[in-house]
Protein backbone atom coordinates (compact mmCIF):
# COMPACT_ATOMS: atom_id res chain seq x y z
CA UNK A 1 0.00 0.00 0.00
CA UNK A 2 2.79 2.12 0.93
CA UNK A 3 4.35 1.72 -2.40
CA UNK A 4 1.16 2.93 -4.51
CA UNK A 5 1.65 6.57 -1.96
CA UNK A 6 5.22 7.07 -2.31
CA UNK A 7 5.53 6.20 -6.59
CA UNK A 8 5.73 9.31 -8.49
CA UNK A 9 2.21 9.76 -10.10
CA UNK A 10 4.15 10.90 -13.53
CA UNK A 11 5.17 7.53 -13.69
CA UNK A 12 1.44 5.97 -13.90
CA UNK A 13 0.08 8.70 -15.97
CA UNK A 14 1.60 8.55 -19.38
CA UNK A 15 0.99 4.21 -19.11
CA UNK A 16 -2.62 4.79 -18.08
CA UNK A 17 -3.66 7.51 -21.21
CA UNK A 18 -1.40 5.08 -23.29
CA UNK A 19 -3.41 1.96 -21.93
CA UNK A 20 -7.01 3.07 -22.28
CA UNK A 21 -7.78 3.62 -25.97
CA UNK A 22 -6.57 0.04 -26.60
CA UNK A 23 -8.71 -1.60 -23.93
CA UNK A 24 -11.80 -0.05 -24.73
CA UNK A 25 -13.54 -2.66 -27.16
CA UNK A 26 -11.74 -5.64 -25.61
CA UNK A 27 -13.14 -4.92 -22.24
CA UNK A 28 -16.18 -6.30 -23.04
CA UNK A 29 -14.87 -9.25 -24.79
CA UNK A 30 -14.89 -11.38 -21.59
CA UNK A 31 -18.11 -10.78 -19.75
CA UNK A 32 -19.60 -11.10 -23.14
CA UNK A 33 -18.06 -14.53 -23.22
CA UNK A 34 -18.86 -15.40 -19.32
CA UNK A 35 -22.86 -14.85 -20.04
CA UNK A 36 -22.40 -16.64 -23.17
CA UNK A 37 -21.64 -19.47 -21.29
CA UNK A 38 -23.61 -19.05 -18.21
CA UNK A 39 -26.72 -19.59 -20.87
CA UNK A 40 -24.74 -22.00 -22.65
CA UNK A 41 -24.46 -23.68 -19.46
CA UNK A 42 -28.21 -23.13 -17.95
CA UNK A 43 -29.54 -23.74 -21.68
CA UNK A 44 -31.09 -27.53 -21.40
CA UNK A 45 -32.41 -26.34 -18.13
CA UNK A 46 -34.49 -23.44 -20.38
CA UNK A 47 -35.32 -26.63 -22.62
CA UNK A 48 -36.28 -28.92 -19.70
CA UNK A 49 -39.09 -26.21 -18.29
CA UNK A 50 -39.80 -24.76 -21.44
CA UNK A 51 -40.76 -28.99 -22.66
CA UNK A 52 -42.79 -29.40 -19.71
CA UNK A 53 -45.42 -27.27 -20.78
CA UNK A 54 -44.83 -28.96 -24.37
CA UNK A 55 -48.44 -30.30 -26.16
CA UNK A 56 -48.10 -33.63 -27.71
CA UNK A 57 -49.75 -35.40 -30.15
CA UNK A 58 -50.91 -38.89 -30.74
CA UNK A 59 -53.00 -41.55 -30.08
CA UNK A 60 -55.39 -43.14 -27.10
CA UNK A 61 -53.90 -45.92 -25.07
CA UNK A 62 -50.14 -45.14 -25.77
CA UNK A 63 -48.33 -42.85 -22.56
CA UNK A 64 -47.93 -39.53 -24.25
CA UNK A 65 -43.93 -38.81 -25.77
CA UNK A 66 -42.72 -34.78 -25.78
CA UNK A 67 -41.55 -34.12 -29.35
CA UNK A 68 -38.67 -32.77 -29.67
CA UNK A 69 -40.81 -29.75 -31.86
CA UNK A 70 -42.87 -27.32 -29.93
CA UNK A 71 -46.24 -28.04 -30.63
CA UNK A 72 -47.91 -25.39 -28.24
CA UNK A 73 -48.59 -24.27 -24.54
CA UNK A 74 -50.31 -26.38 -21.99
CA UNK A 75 -50.10 -26.79 -18.39
CA UNK A 76 -51.87 -30.43 -18.52
CA UNK A 77 -48.82 -32.35 -17.30
CA UNK A 78 -48.33 -30.43 -13.96
CA UNK A 79 -52.25 -31.45 -13.06
CA UNK A 80 -51.26 -34.85 -14.48
CA UNK A 81 -47.84 -35.44 -13.01
CA UNK A 82 -48.85 -38.58 -11.01
CA UNK A 83 -50.14 -40.41 -13.40
CA UNK A 84 -47.70 -43.03 -14.68
CA UNK A 85 -47.55 -44.59 -11.31
CA UNK A 86 -44.19 -46.59 -12.45
CA UNK A 87 -42.74 -42.93 -12.78
CA UNK A 88 -43.63 -41.90 -9.37
CA UNK A 89 -42.68 -44.52 -7.59
CA UNK A 90 -39.06 -43.96 -8.75
CA UNK A 91 -39.27 -40.19 -8.10
CA UNK A 92 -40.27 -42.32 -4.22
CA UNK A 93 -37.29 -44.17 -4.50
CA UNK A 94 -35.09 -41.40 -5.20
CA UNK A 95 -36.26 -39.11 -2.60
CA UNK A 96 -36.20 -42.25 -0.26
CA UNK A 97 -32.98 -42.58 -0.36
CA UNK A 98 -31.42 -39.42 -0.88
CA UNK A 99 -32.63 -38.96 1.91
CA UNK A 100 -31.75 -42.08 3.85
CA UNK A 101 -28.28 -41.99 2.51
CA UNK A 102 -28.07 -38.58 3.36
CA UNK A 103 -28.83 -38.84 7.04
CA UNK A 104 -26.73 -41.76 7.29
CA UNK A 105 -23.30 -40.08 5.42
CA UNK A 106 -23.93 -36.94 7.35
CA UNK A 107 -23.80 -38.46 10.34
CA UNK A 108 -20.65 -40.78 9.70
CA UNK A 109 -19.13 -37.77 7.58
CA UNK A 110 -19.27 -35.41 10.29
CA UNK A 111 -17.60 -37.61 12.94
CA UNK A 112 -14.77 -38.28 10.75
CA UNK A 113 -14.71 -34.50 9.47
CA UNK A 114 -14.25 -34.02 13.14
CA UNK A 115 -11.75 -36.51 14.07
CA UNK A 116 -9.41 -34.99 11.02
CA UNK A 117 -9.83 -31.62 12.16
CA UNK A 118 -9.05 -31.67 15.65
CA UNK A 119 -7.27 -34.79 16.04
CA UNK A 120 -3.33 -36.54 14.79
CA UNK A 121 -4.77 -40.19 15.41
CA UNK A 122 -2.77 -43.67 14.67
CA UNK A 123 -4.42 -44.11 10.69
CA UNK A 124 -5.23 -40.67 10.09
CA UNK A 125 -3.12 -40.49 7.12
CA UNK A 126 -4.92 -43.95 6.00
CA UNK A 127 -8.17 -41.86 6.54
CA UNK A 128 -7.27 -38.81 4.14
CA UNK A 129 -6.27 -41.28 1.66
CA UNK A 130 -9.66 -43.38 1.88
CA UNK A 131 -11.10 -40.12 1.10
CA UNK A 132 -9.40 -38.80 -1.62
CA UNK A 133 -9.47 -42.36 -3.13
CA UNK A 134 -13.40 -42.65 -2.54
CA UNK A 135 -14.29 -39.15 -4.18
CA UNK A 136 -11.85 -39.68 -7.06
CA UNK A 137 -12.33 -42.76 -8.09
CA UNK A 138 -14.02 -43.08 -11.90
CA UNK A 139 -17.88 -43.73 -10.78
CA UNK A 140 -18.24 -46.47 -13.49
CA UNK A 141 -15.35 -48.23 -11.42
CA UNK A 142 -17.12 -48.20 -7.87
CA UNK A 143 -20.33 -48.91 -9.51
CA UNK A 144 -18.46 -52.33 -10.97
CA UNK A 145 -16.50 -52.96 -7.56
CA UNK A 146 -19.81 -53.25 -6.03
CA UNK A 147 -21.80 -54.93 -8.03
CA UNK A 148 -19.00 -57.50 -8.33
CA UNK A 149 -18.86 -57.35 -4.23
CA UNK A 150 -22.68 -57.85 -3.91
CA UNK A 151 -22.53 -60.65 -6.71
CA UNK A 152 -19.77 -62.68 -4.57
CA UNK A 153 -22.04 -62.44 -1.54
CA UNK A 154 -25.03 -63.70 -3.55
CA UNK A 155 -27.37 -60.57 -2.37
CA UNK A 156 -30.16 -59.31 -3.97
CA UNK A 157 -29.82 -55.84 -5.21
CA UNK A 158 -32.61 -53.65 -3.96
CA UNK A 159 -33.23 -50.63 -1.48
CA UNK A 160 -30.45 -51.70 0.53
CA UNK A 161 -27.63 -52.42 -1.35
CA UNK A 162 -28.91 -48.74 -3.22
CA UNK A 163 -28.76 -47.03 0.57
CA UNK A 164 -25.09 -48.65 1.62
CA UNK A 165 -23.75 -47.35 -1.54
CA UNK A 166 -25.00 -44.21 -1.77
CA UNK A 167 -23.97 -43.45 1.80
CA UNK A 168 -20.39 -44.75 0.68
CA UNK A 169 -19.76 -42.67 -1.99
CA UNK A 170 -21.33 -39.09 -0.17
CA UNK A 171 -19.31 -39.60 3.32
CA UNK A 172 -16.14 -38.18 1.62
CA UNK A 173 -18.24 -35.06 0.61
CA UNK A 174 -19.38 -34.34 3.87
CA UNK A 175 -16.52 -35.24 5.73
CA UNK A 176 -14.40 -32.41 3.60
CA UNK A 177 -17.02 -30.08 4.00
CA UNK A 178 -17.13 -30.49 8.02
CA UNK A 179 -13.69 -30.45 8.18
CA UNK A 180 -12.68 -27.20 6.48
CA UNK A 181 -16.08 -25.76 8.87
CA UNK A 182 -14.32 -27.51 11.83
CA UNK A 183 -10.75 -26.23 10.91
CA UNK A 184 -11.90 -22.53 11.06
CA UNK A 185 -13.22 -22.89 13.90
CA UNK A 186 -12.22 -20.80 16.84
CA UNK A 187 -11.84 -23.79 19.48
CA UNK A 188 -10.89 -20.83 22.68
CA UNK A 189 -14.27 -21.06 22.55
CA UNK A 190 -15.24 -24.55 23.42
CA UNK A 191 -12.57 -23.91 25.57
CA UNK A 192 -13.96 -20.82 27.72
CA UNK A 193 -17.17 -22.69 28.08
CA UNK A 194 -15.23 -25.62 29.64
CA UNK A 195 -13.57 -22.77 31.52
CA UNK A 196 -17.00 -21.86 32.79
CA UNK A 197 -18.04 -24.98 33.96
CA UNK A 198 -19.84 -26.49 31.21
CA UNK A 199 -18.83 -30.74 30.60
CA UNK A 200 -16.90 -31.44 27.77
CA UNK A 201 -20.68 -32.51 26.09
CA UNK A 202 -22.70 -29.81 27.08
CA UNK A 203 -19.33 -27.27 25.51
CA UNK A 204 -19.76 -29.59 22.07
CA UNK A 205 -23.63 -29.56 21.84
CA UNK A 206 -23.97 -25.73 23.46
CA UNK A 207 -20.65 -23.62 21.58
CA UNK A 208 -19.52 -26.39 18.78
CA UNK A 209 -22.09 -28.06 17.05
CA UNK A 210 -23.88 -24.56 16.39
CA UNK A 211 -20.95 -23.02 15.15
CA UNK A 212 -20.90 -26.04 13.14
CA UNK A 213 -24.04 -26.50 11.73
CA UNK A 214 -23.70 -24.45 8.59
CA UNK A 215 -21.35 -26.85 7.57
CA UNK A 216 -23.14 -30.05 8.32
CA UNK A 217 -26.54 -28.75 6.49
CA UNK A 218 -23.80 -27.66 3.80
CA UNK A 219 -22.66 -31.68 3.98
CA UNK A 220 -25.85 -32.82 4.19
CA UNK A 221 -27.51 -30.67 1.05
CA UNK A 222 -24.60 -32.10 -1.03
CA UNK A 223 -24.82 -35.76 0.36
CA UNK A 224 -28.22 -35.35 -0.44
CA UNK A 225 -27.51 -33.85 -4.22
CA UNK A 226 -25.32 -36.18 -4.96
CA UNK A 227 -27.77 -39.22 -4.43
CA UNK A 228 -30.50 -37.70 -6.19
CA UNK A 229 -28.29 -37.00 -9.12
CA UNK A 230 -26.52 -40.23 -9.26
CA UNK A 231 -27.01 -42.60 -12.01
CA UNK A 232 -24.14 -45.27 -12.66
CA UNK A 233 -23.80 -46.62 -9.13
CA UNK A 234 -27.62 -46.19 -8.93
CA UNK A 235 -27.32 -48.51 -12.38
CA UNK A 236 -24.82 -51.06 -10.69
CA UNK A 237 -26.53 -51.49 -7.22
CA UNK A 238 -30.04 -51.24 -7.72
CA UNK A 239 -31.67 -54.16 -9.14
CA UNK A 240 -35.52 -53.86 -9.86
CA UNK A 241 -36.14 -50.89 -7.44
CA UNK A 242 -35.34 -48.45 -10.28
CA UNK A 243 -34.51 -44.59 -9.31
CA UNK A 244 -35.60 -41.62 -11.21
CA UNK A 245 -32.23 -41.12 -13.09
CA UNK A 246 -32.31 -44.78 -14.43
CA UNK A 247 -36.04 -45.12 -15.25
CA UNK A 248 -35.40 -41.96 -17.62
CA UNK A 249 -32.11 -43.24 -19.06
CA UNK A 250 -34.19 -46.36 -19.85
CA UNK A 251 -36.84 -44.42 -21.53
CA UNK A 252 -34.61 -42.66 -24.11
CA UNK A 253 -35.09 -45.73 -26.49
CA UNK A 254 -38.69 -45.52 -26.18
CA UNK A 255 -39.69 -41.64 -26.15
CA UNK A 256 -39.58 -39.67 -22.56
CA UNK A 257 -43.07 -38.60 -21.09
CA UNK A 258 -43.67 -35.14 -20.34
CA UNK A 259 -43.92 -35.72 -16.91
CA UNK A 260 -40.28 -36.48 -16.47
CA UNK A 261 -39.79 -33.02 -17.34
CA UNK A 262 -41.80 -32.01 -15.01
CA UNK A 263 -40.97 -33.70 -11.95
CA UNK A 264 -37.43 -32.56 -13.43
CA UNK A 265 -38.74 -28.96 -13.05
CA UNK A 266 -40.05 -29.15 -10.01
CA UNK A 267 -37.14 -30.71 -8.40
CA UNK A 268 -34.66 -28.13 -10.05
CA UNK A 269 -36.86 -25.22 -8.92
CA UNK A 270 -37.05 -26.86 -5.17
CA UNK A 271 -33.09 -26.86 -5.01
CA UNK A 272 -32.19 -24.21 -6.71
CA UNK A 273 -34.26 -21.83 -3.88
CA UNK A 274 -33.03 -24.48 -0.86
CA UNK A 275 -29.66 -23.50 -2.18
CA UNK A 276 -30.20 -19.84 -2.75
CA UNK A 277 -32.13 -19.58 0.79
CA UNK A 278 -28.99 -21.59 2.83
CA UNK A 279 -26.72 -19.14 0.96
CA UNK A 280 -28.46 -16.10 1.94
CA UNK A 281 -29.20 -17.44 5.60
CA UNK A 282 -25.41 -18.50 5.82
CA UNK A 283 -24.12 -14.98 4.52
CA UNK A 284 -26.15 -13.32 6.89
CA UNK A 285 -24.34 -15.69 10.03
CA UNK A 286 -21.41 -14.24 8.72
CA UNK B 1 1.87 -8.21 12.08
CA UNK B 2 3.28 -8.21 15.54
CA UNK B 3 1.21 -10.60 17.80
CA UNK B 4 3.65 -12.39 20.04
CA UNK B 5 0.72 -13.92 21.94
CA UNK B 6 -0.65 -16.36 19.12
CA UNK B 7 2.61 -18.15 19.38
CA UNK B 8 2.43 -18.80 23.12
CA UNK B 9 -1.33 -20.13 22.91
CA UNK B 10 -0.09 -22.25 19.69
CA UNK B 11 2.60 -24.18 21.88
CA UNK B 12 -0.08 -24.40 24.88
CA UNK B 13 -2.97 -25.96 23.05
CA UNK B 14 -1.07 -29.05 21.57
CA UNK B 15 0.92 -29.73 24.87
CA UNK B 16 -2.31 -29.86 26.60
CA UNK B 17 -4.08 -31.92 24.31
CA UNK B 18 -0.98 -34.37 24.04
CA UNK B 19 -1.23 -36.09 27.50
CA UNK B 20 -4.98 -36.98 27.01
CA UNK B 21 -4.58 -39.18 24.16
CA UNK B 22 -8.38 -40.00 24.08
CA UNK B 23 -9.88 -42.71 22.02
CA UNK B 24 -12.18 -40.26 20.53
CA UNK B 25 -10.85 -39.92 17.01
CA UNK B 26 -11.02 -43.36 17.03
CA UNK B 27 -14.35 -43.87 18.30
CA UNK B 28 -15.27 -40.92 15.70
CA UNK B 29 -13.83 -42.05 12.99
CA UNK B 30 -14.12 -45.77 13.22
CA UNK B 31 -17.84 -45.26 11.81
CA UNK B 32 -17.33 -43.48 8.61
CA UNK B 33 -14.04 -46.06 7.63
CA UNK B 34 -15.72 -49.28 8.80
CA UNK B 35 -18.27 -48.00 6.08
CA UNK B 36 -15.83 -47.46 3.48
CA UNK B 37 -13.77 -50.68 4.58
CA UNK B 38 -16.62 -52.78 3.25
CA UNK B 39 -18.36 -50.73 1.07
CA UNK B 40 -15.25 -49.33 -1.01
CA UNK B 41 -12.10 -51.42 -0.16
CA UNK B 42 -13.65 -55.10 -0.37
CA UNK B 43 -15.65 -54.16 -3.26
CA UNK B 44 -12.34 -53.14 -5.02
CA UNK B 45 -10.93 -56.68 -3.90
CA UNK B 46 -14.17 -58.47 -4.67
CA UNK B 47 -13.75 -57.48 -7.86
CA UNK B 48 -10.41 -58.10 -7.96
CA UNK B 49 -11.37 -61.44 -7.40
CA UNK B 50 -14.13 -61.76 -9.91
CA UNK B 51 -11.90 -60.76 -12.68
CA UNK B 52 -10.04 -63.62 -12.31
CA UNK B 53 -12.80 -66.28 -12.24
CA UNK B 54 -13.97 -68.71 -14.96
CA UNK B 55 -17.41 -69.69 -15.34
CA UNK B 56 -21.37 -68.42 -16.43
CA UNK B 57 -23.83 -66.60 -14.60
CA UNK B 58 -26.23 -69.83 -14.77
CA UNK B 59 -23.15 -72.30 -13.50
CA UNK B 60 -21.25 -69.60 -11.19
CA UNK B 61 -18.21 -68.53 -11.26
CA UNK B 62 -15.14 -70.29 -9.96
CA UNK B 63 -11.84 -68.71 -8.96
CA UNK B 64 -9.23 -70.16 -11.55
CA UNK B 65 -6.91 -67.15 -11.18
CA UNK B 66 -7.40 -67.18 -15.38
CA UNK B 67 -5.11 -64.07 -15.98
CA UNK B 68 -5.94 -64.27 -19.60
CA UNK B 69 -9.01 -62.70 -18.62
CA UNK B 70 -7.22 -59.76 -18.52
CA UNK B 71 -5.52 -60.00 -22.30
CA UNK B 72 -8.85 -61.19 -23.68
CA UNK B 73 -10.39 -58.19 -22.48
CA UNK B 74 -7.84 -55.71 -23.95
CA UNK B 75 -7.84 -58.17 -26.84
CA UNK B 76 -11.76 -57.70 -27.42
CA UNK B 77 -12.26 -54.10 -26.98
CA UNK B 78 -9.17 -52.28 -27.93
CA UNK B 79 -10.96 -50.32 -29.97
CA UNK B 80 -13.16 -48.87 -26.97
CA UNK B 81 -10.39 -48.61 -24.56
CA UNK B 82 -8.76 -46.11 -27.20
CA UNK B 83 -11.82 -44.00 -28.25
CA UNK B 84 -12.39 -43.56 -24.81
CA UNK B 85 -8.89 -42.61 -24.41
CA UNK B 86 -9.60 -40.24 -27.20
CA UNK B 87 -12.77 -38.60 -26.23
CA UNK B 88 -11.69 -38.33 -22.80
CA UNK B 89 -7.95 -36.05 -24.06
CA UNK B 90 -10.30 -34.36 -26.44
CA UNK B 91 -13.11 -33.55 -23.92
CA UNK B 92 -10.28 -32.39 -21.88
CA UNK B 93 -8.80 -30.11 -23.75
CA UNK B 94 -11.88 -28.22 -25.31
CA UNK B 95 -12.96 -27.79 -21.43
CA UNK B 96 -9.66 -26.59 -20.43
CA UNK B 97 -9.75 -23.96 -23.40
CA UNK B 98 -13.58 -22.95 -22.67
CA UNK B 99 -13.17 -22.50 -18.75
CA UNK B 100 -9.87 -20.67 -18.45
CA UNK B 101 -11.39 -17.82 -19.83
CA UNK B 102 -14.64 -18.05 -17.16
CA UNK B 103 -12.61 -18.74 -14.32
CA UNK B 104 -9.82 -16.14 -14.96
CA UNK B 105 -12.96 -13.14 -15.21
CA UNK B 106 -14.72 -14.07 -12.46
CA UNK B 107 -11.88 -14.63 -10.64
CA UNK B 108 -9.93 -11.44 -11.34
CA UNK B 109 -12.77 -9.35 -12.11
CA UNK B 110 -16.01 -10.76 -10.37
CA UNK B 111 -15.77 -8.54 -7.76
CA UNK B 112 -18.65 -9.01 -5.21
CA UNK B 113 -20.62 -11.14 -7.54
CA UNK B 114 -18.82 -13.47 -7.44
CA UNK B 115 -20.65 -16.06 -5.25
CA UNK B 116 -23.63 -14.49 -8.15
CA UNK B 117 -21.86 -15.87 -10.61
CA UNK B 118 -20.36 -19.74 -9.28
CA UNK B 119 -24.26 -19.98 -8.18
CA UNK B 120 -25.09 -19.29 -11.84
CA UNK B 121 -22.29 -22.33 -13.00
CA UNK B 122 -23.42 -24.90 -10.45
CA UNK B 123 -27.23 -24.26 -11.14
CA UNK B 124 -27.31 -27.12 -14.04
CA UNK B 125 -26.42 -29.59 -11.03
CA UNK B 126 -29.81 -28.98 -9.70
CA UNK B 127 -30.80 -31.34 -12.52
CA UNK B 128 -29.77 -35.13 -12.31
CA UNK B 129 -27.25 -35.10 -15.74
CA UNK B 130 -28.99 -37.96 -17.39
CA UNK B 131 -31.93 -35.85 -17.47
CA UNK B 132 -29.80 -32.72 -18.99
CA UNK B 133 -28.52 -34.90 -21.72
CA UNK B 134 -31.47 -36.09 -22.46
CA UNK B 135 -32.63 -32.09 -23.07
CA UNK B 136 -29.86 -32.11 -25.31
CA UNK B 137 -30.95 -34.92 -27.12
CA UNK B 138 -33.85 -33.01 -27.80
CA UNK B 139 -32.07 -29.66 -28.36
CA UNK B 140 -30.05 -31.64 -31.19
CA UNK B 141 -32.33 -33.51 -32.53
CA UNK B 142 -32.53 -33.70 -35.81
CA UNK B 143 -35.97 -31.80 -36.51
CA UNK B 144 -35.35 -30.06 -33.16
CA UNK B 145 -34.82 -26.31 -32.19
CA UNK B 146 -31.28 -25.78 -33.73
CA UNK B 147 -31.18 -28.28 -36.84
CA UNK B 148 -35.22 -27.76 -37.71
CA UNK B 149 -34.91 -24.32 -37.79
CA UNK B 150 -31.69 -23.65 -39.94
CA UNK B 151 -32.64 -26.86 -41.86
CA UNK B 152 -36.43 -24.59 -42.74
CA UNK B 153 -34.67 -21.82 -43.71
CA UNK B 154 -32.26 -24.15 -46.12
CA UNK B 155 -29.42 -23.49 -44.00
CA UNK B 156 -28.70 -27.41 -43.72
CA UNK B 157 -29.33 -29.73 -45.86
CA UNK B 158 -32.69 -31.80 -44.80
CA UNK B 159 -30.25 -34.89 -44.19
CA UNK B 160 -27.79 -33.39 -41.70
CA UNK B 161 -27.96 -34.79 -38.62
CA UNK B 162 -25.48 -34.60 -35.21
CA UNK B 163 -26.96 -37.55 -32.83
CA UNK B 164 -25.33 -40.35 -33.18
CA UNK B 165 -21.98 -39.07 -34.17
CA UNK B 166 -18.48 -38.49 -32.04
CA UNK B 167 -19.16 -34.85 -32.43
CA UNK B 168 -22.37 -35.15 -30.35
CA UNK B 169 -20.57 -37.68 -27.94
CA UNK B 170 -17.85 -35.26 -27.37
CA UNK B 171 -19.72 -32.42 -26.99
CA UNK B 172 -22.52 -34.03 -24.27
CA UNK B 173 -19.23 -35.34 -22.19
CA UNK B 174 -17.91 -31.39 -22.04
CA UNK B 175 -21.01 -30.14 -21.44
CA UNK B 176 -21.47 -32.13 -18.27
CA UNK B 177 -18.07 -32.06 -17.05
CA UNK B 178 -16.83 -28.26 -17.53
CA UNK B 179 -18.28 -27.36 -14.50
CA UNK B 180 -15.75 -29.32 -12.47
CA UNK B 181 -13.24 -27.81 -14.90
CA UNK B 182 -14.04 -24.17 -13.99
CA UNK B 183 -14.06 -24.59 -10.00
CA UNK B 184 -10.01 -25.94 -9.78
CA UNK B 185 -9.39 -23.30 -12.18
CA UNK B 186 -11.19 -20.90 -10.54
CA UNK B 187 -9.49 -21.86 -6.60
CA UNK B 188 -6.38 -21.23 -7.73
CA UNK B 189 -6.72 -18.21 -10.05
CA UNK B 190 -8.80 -16.93 -7.06
CA UNK B 191 -5.66 -17.44 -4.50
CA UNK B 192 -3.18 -15.50 -6.75
CA UNK B 193 -1.80 -12.53 -5.49
CA UNK B 194 -2.58 -9.60 -7.00
CA UNK B 195 0.08 -7.55 -6.29
CA UNK B 196 1.93 -9.55 -8.49
CA UNK B 197 0.21 -8.77 -11.46
CA UNK B 198 0.60 -5.42 -10.59
CA UNK B 199 4.42 -5.74 -9.82
CA UNK B 200 4.65 -6.87 -13.39
CA UNK B 201 2.57 -4.42 -15.46
CA UNK B 202 4.67 -1.96 -13.12
CA UNK B 203 7.95 -3.62 -14.70
CA UNK B 204 6.52 -2.62 -17.79
CA UNK B 205 5.35 -6.21 -18.39
CA UNK B 206 2.09 -6.18 -21.41
CA UNK B 207 -0.76 -7.24 -20.16
CA UNK B 208 -0.60 -10.30 -22.31
CA UNK B 209 3.11 -10.85 -20.92
CA UNK B 210 2.15 -10.60 -17.74
CA UNK B 211 -1.09 -12.71 -18.08
CA UNK B 212 1.53 -15.48 -19.63
CA UNK B 213 4.74 -15.03 -17.28
CA UNK B 214 2.59 -14.17 -13.85
CA UNK B 215 -0.82 -15.87 -14.06
CA UNK B 216 -0.72 -18.59 -16.71
CA UNK B 217 2.08 -20.39 -13.96
CA UNK B 218 0.77 -19.84 -10.88
CA UNK B 219 -2.57 -21.05 -12.07
CA UNK B 220 -0.87 -24.46 -12.82
CA UNK B 221 -2.18 -26.44 -9.97
CA UNK B 222 -5.58 -25.40 -11.18
CA UNK B 223 -5.07 -26.99 -14.53
CA UNK B 224 -3.63 -29.89 -13.24
CA UNK B 225 -6.34 -30.65 -10.82
CA UNK B 226 -9.09 -29.40 -13.47
CA UNK B 227 -7.75 -32.08 -16.24
CA UNK B 228 -7.38 -35.07 -13.63
CA UNK B 229 -11.50 -33.78 -12.68
CA UNK B 230 -12.17 -34.10 -16.06
CA UNK B 231 -10.57 -36.29 -18.04
CA UNK B 232 -11.40 -39.11 -15.40
CA UNK B 233 -15.15 -39.11 -15.26
CA UNK B 234 -14.83 -37.80 -19.49
CA UNK B 235 -13.26 -41.63 -20.16
CA UNK B 236 -15.48 -43.70 -17.85
CA UNK B 237 -18.60 -41.68 -19.25
CA UNK B 238 -21.07 -43.87 -20.88
CA UNK B 239 -23.94 -42.11 -20.78
CA UNK B 240 -23.61 -39.60 -23.57
CA UNK B 241 -22.73 -42.37 -25.91
CA UNK B 242 -25.60 -44.24 -24.99
CA UNK B 243 -28.46 -40.74 -25.42
CA UNK B 244 -26.32 -38.69 -27.79
CA UNK B 245 -24.66 -41.36 -29.52
CA UNK B 246 -27.31 -43.26 -29.93
CA UNK B 247 -25.16 -46.66 -30.00
CA UNK B 248 -24.38 -45.53 -33.66
CA UNK B 249 -21.20 -47.26 -34.94
CA UNK B 250 -18.06 -46.26 -33.91
CA UNK B 251 -19.56 -43.89 -31.20
CA UNK B 252 -19.72 -46.31 -28.23
CA UNK B 253 -16.76 -46.05 -25.51
CA UNK B 254 -15.56 -48.74 -22.40
CA UNK B 255 -18.11 -47.35 -19.88
CA UNK B 256 -20.73 -48.92 -22.39
CA UNK B 257 -18.84 -52.05 -22.81
CA UNK B 258 -18.27 -52.27 -18.86
CA UNK B 259 -22.34 -52.14 -18.21
CA UNK B 260 -23.39 -54.21 -20.54
CA UNK B 261 -21.03 -56.59 -19.75
CA UNK B 262 -22.28 -56.40 -15.73
CA UNK B 263 -26.18 -55.32 -16.12
CA UNK B 264 -27.09 -57.29 -19.54
CA UNK B 265 -24.52 -60.59 -20.60
CA UNK B 266 -23.81 -60.91 -16.78
CA UNK B 267 -20.09 -61.66 -17.97
CA UNK B 268 -18.89 -60.51 -14.90
CA UNK B 269 -15.35 -61.55 -14.75
CA UNK B 270 -14.64 -60.02 -18.29
CA UNK B 271 -16.48 -56.27 -16.99
CA UNK B 272 -14.25 -56.51 -13.35
CA UNK B 273 -11.32 -56.91 -15.77
CA UNK B 274 -12.31 -53.87 -18.06
CA UNK B 275 -12.89 -52.22 -15.20
CA UNK B 276 -9.49 -52.74 -13.56
CA UNK B 277 -7.92 -52.09 -17.28
CA UNK B 278 -10.25 -48.83 -17.04
CA UNK B 279 -8.43 -48.09 -14.00
CA UNK B 280 -5.15 -49.18 -14.32
CA UNK B 281 -4.87 -46.41 -17.76
CA UNK B 282 -6.16 -43.78 -15.75
CA UNK B 283 -3.70 -44.46 -13.04
CA UNK B 284 -0.62 -44.44 -15.28
CA UNK B 285 -2.39 -41.49 -17.31
CA UNK B 286 -2.51 -39.52 -14.08
CA UNK B 287 1.19 -40.11 -13.15
CA UNK B 288 2.56 -39.86 -16.36
CA UNK B 289 0.61 -36.19 -16.55
CA UNK B 290 2.28 -35.55 -13.42
CA UNK B 291 5.53 -36.33 -13.96
CA UNK B 292 5.41 -34.51 -16.99
CA UNK B 293 3.62 -30.94 -14.80
CA UNK B 294 6.41 -32.07 -12.62
CA UNK B 295 9.43 -32.04 -15.00
CA UNK B 296 8.21 -28.72 -16.66
CA UNK B 297 8.04 -27.00 -13.07
CA UNK B 298 11.77 -27.64 -12.44
CA UNK B 299 12.73 -26.48 -15.78
CA UNK B 300 11.01 -23.37 -15.43
CA UNK B 301 12.03 -22.71 -11.27
Known amino acids: ?286 | MERPVQPDLHLVAPRERRPRRSAAPYVLSSPALLWLLVLFVIPMFAMASLSLQEGTSLEGFRQTFRFANFTDAIANNGEFLLRSLRNGIVVTAVALLIAYPVAYWIAFYGGRFKSVFLFLLLLPFFISFVIRTVAWSFILSDDGIILGTLKSIGLLPETYHVLGTTFAVVAGITYNLVPFTILPLYVSLEQIDRSLVEAATDLYSSRTQAFLKVVLPLSMPGVFAAVLLTSIPAIGDYVNAAVLGNFAPGTAMIGNVIQTEFLRNRDYPEGAALAFVLMAVMVVGAVIYARLIGTERITEG
Open chain 1, 1 to 286: MSAVVTRPPQVRLPEAVARKPRRSWTRFVLPTYVTAFILYLSFPIFIIILFSFNQTRGGFGTSPRVKTTWLGFTTDWYGRVFELSDLTATVRHSLTIGFASAIAATILGTLLGLALARYRFRGRGGADFAIFLSISSPEIVLGAALASFFVALGVTRGFGTLFLSHTMFSIAFVAVTVRARAAGLDRSLEAAAMDLGATPVTAFVKVTLPLLAPGILAGFLLAFALSMDDFVISQFTQGPFQMFPTWVFGATRVGIPPHVFVFATIIFLTGATLALLLALVSRRRG
